[in-house]
């Protein structure tokens, strides 16, 4: 079936250092996946998305990877910022009816 | 720029008593959805307009409805809440359906007294 998945529910993360928030799906025939940060009281906001037919992708201080062999995604996170303390979904688009299916969240904690 | 408008942030209702939350868009999308958050767990998708097709998740409870007048306004009707249907409604768009991205409304809080 289809699932995507966090590995785990919190990370905590010293200010300055790099962040990794990990997501597993269970298809492998996805091929579109999209990472949203939600801050408290706030809607998700898109970060950066991937196509299956890449394993990197970078933005402004993040960076997504794809590793298709053992349908993993991570996010990565550069020189974390208090103001990146949010929920992260991982969302996955279903190969059966292309609609938006999106992970369980993972709490990041910026730490002084 | 505020692009995907929701009303109001806040509602309380009685259980049982009907109540609409509203949803405006100025990014002129195609795409209009309405999703369900608890407590931090990921969205669920309730329903979603694509133009005027209205397209509902198999597992919508019934006592949820939608509208959408036109293109910019999109209503989530829960005709009888009760009390597990506290929580975050948000309202997101998509200029298309598949490999877009989602742009979201800051939700309304829904209380069931």
């Known amino acids: 079936g289809e699932s995507v998945g966090l590995h785990l529910p919190t990370l905590s993360v010293q200010e300055g250092d790099n962040s990794i928030i990990n997501c597993a799906y269970s298809?492998?025939?996805?091929?579109?996946f999209i990472w949203y940060k939600q801050e408290s009281g706030k809607g998700p906001q898109f970060i950066i998305d991937?196509?299956?037919?890449?394993d990197k992708r970078q933005g402004q201080r993040v960076t997504v990877l794809l590793n298709k062999t053992v349908k993993h995604l991570s996010l990565q996170i550069a020189a974390t910022q208090p103001g990146d303390s949010a929920v992260y979904f991982c969302?996955?688009?279903?190969?059966?009816?292309?609609?938006?299916?999106f992970g369980k969240g993972t709490r990041l904690h910026i730490l002084p | 720029d505020a692009m995907v408008i929701q009303n109001p942030r806040y509602q309380v209702t009685q259980f049982g008593k009907p109540v609409t939350l509203s949803c405006s868009q100025t990014?002129?999308?195609?795409?209009m959805y309405w999703y369900q958050q608890k407590s931090s767990q990921a969205p669920k998708l309730l329903f979603h307009?694509?133009?005027?097709?209205?397209?509902n998740e198999a597992d919508t409870p019934d006592n949820f409805q939608s509208r959408r007048p036109n293109t910019s306004f999109c209503f989530l009707d829960i005709r009888s809440p009760g009390l597990g249907d506290a929580a975050m409604y948000l309202c997101?768009?998509?200029?298309?359906?598949?490999?877009?991205?989602?742009?979201f409304g800051s939700g309304t809080q829904l209380s069931v007294l």
């Open positions: 997101a768009t998509s200029k298309g359906w598949g490999n877009e991205k989602l742009f």
């Open positions: 307009y694509y133009d005027k097709d209205f397209n």
């Open positions: 990014l002129n999308h195609n795409v």
């Open positions: 991937i196509r299956s037919n890449m």
């Open positions: 969302a996955e688009k279903s190969p059966r009816d292309d609609k938006i299916i």
């Open positions: 298809n492998s025939a996805s091929d579109y």
